[in-house]
C-alpha cells in the first residue's frame, strides 16, 4: 500500500505543466506515467501498475488543479512557437478590437475576457466556437475588416 501512496504523491505533484486545463490534464497523465513507471520498478509494483497509478495521478492532479496553484511552465508541444502564437493572439484582439468587441488589451496575451470575445465573434460569425486564438481566426477577422 506504501508503494502505491507513493507513486500517486509523486505523479500529483509533478502534473502542473500548461495552462489549461487540457494542457495540465496531459502533461500531468504524461509526467505521472514516467514517474510511476520509475517508481514501480524500484518498490516491487510492475511497471504497468506504476504506469498506471501515476498517470492517473499525475492526469487528475492536472485537471482539477490550476496554474496559481501549481505551476511548472508551459509543456514542451504550446512553447515550440511561442513568438508566432503571440502575434497571432495580438492580430485577434486588435481585429476584434477594431469590430466592436472587448478583448481587453492587445497585448498578446490571452486572458479570459479575450478568450470571452473570441468566443462572442465566432458565435456571432457561425465559426466553431472554440476561444481560440488562430491564425485561421486572425485571417477571417482581417477579411471582414478589408
Not at 490571452?110 to 488562430?134: C, F, M, N, P, W
Amino acid at each position: 500500500m506504501k508503494r502505491i501512496i507513493a507513486v500517486v504523491a509523486l505523479g500529483a505533484f509533478l502534473a502542473a505543466c500548461g495552462s489549461s486545463q487540457q494542457d495540465r490534464g496531459l502533461s500531468g497523465a504524461g509526467i505521472g506515467a514516467a514517474a510511476g513507471t520509475a517508481v514501480g520498478a524500484v518498490t516491487g509494483l510492475s511497471l504497468l501498475q506504476g504506469a498506471l497509478l501515476g498517470a492517473a495521478a499525475g492526469g487528475l492532479t492536472g485537471v482539477l488543479t490550476d496554474k496559481d496553484m501549481l505551476d511548472l511552465g508551459e509543456p514542451i508541444w504550446a512553447s515550440e512557437d511561442r513568438e508566432a502564437n503571440r502575434s497571432a493572439v495580438a492580430r485577434v484582439q486588435a481585429g476584434l478590437h477594431e469590430l466592436g468587441y472587448n478583448p481587453g488589451p492587445v497585448d498578446g496575451q490571452k486572458g479570459a475576457q479575450t478568450e470571452a470575445a473570441i468566443r462572442d465573434y465566432q458565435r456571432d460569425h457561425g465559426l466553431l466556437v472554440d476561444g481560440r486564438a488562430s491564425l485561421e481566426l486572425a485571417q477571417h477577422i482581417e477579411q471582414r475588416l478589408g
